[in-house]
């Protein structure tokens, strides 16, 4: 989620901002605590655009058991959402979703060529759905 309150889902990321530098510069990129030398993620929103962003500008949703019921609704809207659509860069990304109810996880498990390109991130996946 980023802090301007959009949910999204990050499709991949670059160890540093690689967006021209005009998008840099009239983004102001390089006012953020970290600049352009910090981790930018590709992301999808719930309306299906596409989007580049600092991780300065992200926060990670909390589990929706740890939610307002107002929130916990609007998270999985757009869980729901993203689900629904036959959006090209959700199905080349991941392979499945896993959801654990009880605990108000959701993970998009990374397809094959993605879960290669971004080992980590598959195991923290992994450990945030499985570990405690």
Known sequence: ???????EVILGWDEICYAEEDQI???GVDSLPRGRGQPFCGVIGADRTLK???EDDMVQLPSLGSSSESEQKLNWDVVRTLLSTR????????????VDEERGRVWFVPAASMAEAYPEDTALGMEYMHGS
């Open 25 to 27: 510069i009239g983004a």
């Open 52 to 54: 580049y962003g600092a």
């Open 87 to 98: 959006f090209s860069p959700i199905e080349r990304g991941f392979g499945r979703v896993e």
């Open 1 to 7: 989620m980023s802090k301007k309150e959009e949910r």
